[in-house]
């Protein structure tokens, strides 16, 4: 066997075991790591649509109680009713 072929085999299987434990480190290593890294994530992000979902709720609710205190001044407006001069 000519020496460029001993060169050409040894450069090959060389390559072969790297590309092999490149595979091995992704899956066994970092493969869990993005994912743990991804779940912490989507936790975090779940958590700030919660939050943001619970204050725009209570800003909503307030703004509801303050137009439905209104209700009965906006009928007046519309009817003239007597009824409401005399309860207020």
Known sequence: ???RLKVAAQL???FAV?????MILEQEILLPK???????????DMDRVT??????ADLLSATARDWGNWADAYQYMQDRNPAFVDAN
């Open 18 to 22: 790297l590309v092999a434990t490149q």
């Open 12 to 14: 090959a299987g060389l």
């Open 1 to 3: 066997m000519n020496v």
């Open 34 to 44: 993005f994912a743990e890294l991804e779940r912490a994530t989507a936790i975090q």
């Open 51 to 56: 939050h943001a979902l619970t204050r725009e």
